[in-house]
């Protein structure tokens, strides 16, 4: 029997919340803002309730100190704009790679949800409601979950594939016609650049690349404009745009999909939303396809591109942590570059700046700081690309990984690294 899909003004269908309820909110361009403000209209009458997640674009409202008593945020995907909150105890950070997010925090994991909240397209003639620019765990979540809400926006752009719920599966629904979240371009320095083009000469004409979010991605993907025949799998950001008005990306050689882009998550502006809007090129799938290492591990020429904070001397790369300080999470690198180490032809490259803080502190560190978290291990980082150059570590020992790792950071920490090979010497079956 289907769910009723009631209509309600957005106080009540909030008011169908519960105290002592964990409810699970989409992330990136479709956090859910309308909902996320009567929540906190009703924060009196909610406490205490916990929020859940991954990545939001927002300020957090209700990580304010004020709701301090009334919500906790848990989340496998720690923002900056939440770091105050999980310092102070308020905000709590799971560590799961993304493919994991979805069995804990799926059904009959110790994370699983009482009430998903989906932000969807109106329903078509048929009933069907999109969940346009998120589909990584909502999709999924909403189809098992106790009680499903929609906020249903018409400025919602209508994507295709493995995107939809029935009106059947909803219990019921608010309207909020209100602009989505959006994730502009973000500025890119000298230094991006470089290492930007150190990485595109990386990448074969005909891979498919999965990329995240900033500055240095967005500089790769400005400087792929000789390339042809491009993939992409993952996200979909604006800086895609001019690559696929160019003819560079056409999908035309991916061994999954061949001619669509396989897309959990759409974060941009409006015009990227307006490009996704019933376009047959985005094919969307959630989290089960998109992440999980087994089906990327069959995408031929399949590049992970990934940032980090740091990376020591034996190839670990922490991609969460500054200091002491947690300021994201494992998110999908982990994923992506096991992923790649079983594609054929495929690779994963940790693209990152060589200095901090203003050139201040060395991103090439002799061993990572007490307390930081090994995002990737060690035998799984495949290439390191800086400002300075670009190394393979797969099949190094320490000590030739070391050597090459040194020359990767800036000219003025390669002493206190240890030089050149200076404190490396050469070592049987090392190659040289």
Known sequence: MGRPFEKLPLADAVGRLRPGQKVLLPPGSAEPAAFIEELCRQADRLAPLT????????????LRPEHARHFQWVTWQLMPPASAAWER??????????????????????WAPDVVIAHATPPDRHGYLSLGVSVSYPLLAAREAPLVIAQVNPRMPRTL??????????DCWAEADSPLVEYPPAAVGPAEREIAARV?????????IQLGVGSIPQAIME??????????HSLLVDSVLPLIEKGIITNARKTLHPGRMDIGEVMGTRTLFDFVHNNPMVNMEPSDIIHDPQVVGRIRDFISINSAFEVDLAGQVNAEMVGPRQLTGIGGQFDYVLGASRAP????????PST??????????????????VTTPRYLADWVVTEHGAVRLTGLDGAARARALVGLADPKFRDELGGSGRRFP??????E
Do not use: C
Request: no cysteine.
């Open 200 to 208: 595109a000469r990386l990448i074969p004409d005909g891979a498919t």
């Open 51 to 62: 929020l859940m997640g991954g990545l939001l674009l927002g300020d957090y409202p209700f």
């Open 89 to 110: 105890g308020q905000a709590h950070l799971v560590p799961a790679r993304y493919f994991d997010a979805l069995s804990l925090f799926g059904r009959g994991g110790p």
């Open 356 to 373: 901090g803080k203003g050139g201040a502190v060395s991103r090439i560190v002799a061993r990572l700081g007490e307390g930081a978290s």
């Open 161 to 170: 594939g493995n995107a939809f719920l029935h009106r059947s599966q909803i």
């Open 345 to 352: 032809g495929g690779a994963s490259i940790i693209a990152l």
């Open 223 to 232: 400087a792929l404009g000789d390339k042809r025949d491009l993939g992409v």
């Open 426 to 431: 050469r070592r049987w079956g090392s190659g």
